[in-house]
Structures are given as structure tokens and as C-alpha cells.
Nanobody, 125 residues
């Protein structure tokens, strides 16, 4: 079992930046692939970014490619999402998720085994 806690969300003006963190607990954290999802009110939860267990390969949704960067520090049991050039359409609750497969990065919710509680990101125009 893995427990995930997101932090770093807040209110930011369009064009600004935020860095989200996801702190994990559990002995097997380093074996998991990690992903970030987001969900706006009334919309489906969508894949944003993912990273394999070793951190050497990443995947991004087209909507955030070139603006967001996912990374991880396994020594700190933490995964990050650096968000630059934020747009109002990025407004959502952002969730951290863990996939026990480790070397695959899924884009579907069903691919992930554990989820955090989410952190709110609001981008004003």
C-alpha cells in the first residue's frame, strides 16, 4: 500500500508558475510509476503527466506538453509537477497517482492503483 499527499496548489495569474509536490509513504514507492491527473468541475478526470519508476522516461498530455514538467526524487519519496505558462483552462483539482507496474505510464484512471486527495489549482485570466 502507498499513501499519497499532494501540496503546492493555489491561485496564480495566467502566465505564472506553480510547482506541485506529491509526498508518498510506503516501502515500495520506488517501484511505482507515478502520474498526475486533473479534474475540473463537471468534467472527467484527465491524464496530465506520468513518469516511470526510475525517472528516465516521461509522458505528457498534448495540452500541457512544453509547459509542464514531471520529475521525481525517489530518495525523498516525492514526485513533482512543475507548471509554467499557466492558462485559465489549467484550473482544476490536481491528483497524484501511483501504478505498481513501474515501467509503463498509463493515461487511463484504471491504470493506477493509489490516489492522493488532490490539490486545487486556480488560474485567473
Amino acid at each position: 500500500q502507498v499513501q499519497l499527499v499532494e501540496s503546492g496548489g493555489g491561485l496564480v495569474q495566467a502566465g505564472g508558475s506553480l510547482r506541485l509536490s506529491c509526498a508518498a509513504s510506503g516501502r515500495t514507492f520506488t517501484n511505482y510509476a507515478m502520474g498526475w491527473f486533473r479534474q475540473a468541475p463537471g468534467k472527467e478526470r484527465e491524464f496530465v503527466a506520468g513518469i516511470i519508476s526510475g525517472g528516465g522516461r516521461t509522458r505528457y498530455a498534448d495540452s500541457v506538453k512544453g509547459r509542464f514538467t514531471i520529475s521525481r526524487d525517489n530518495a525523498k519519496n516525492t514526485v513533482y509537477l512543475q507548471m509554467n505558462s499557466l492558462k485559465p483552462e489549467d484550473t482544476a483539482v490536481y491528483y497524484c497517482a501511483a501504478d505498481f507496474r513501474g515501467y509503463l505510464i498509463g493515461s487511463a484512471r484504471a491504470s493506477y492503483d493509489y490516489w492522493g486527495q488532490g490539490t486545487q489549482v486556480t488560474v485567473s485570466s
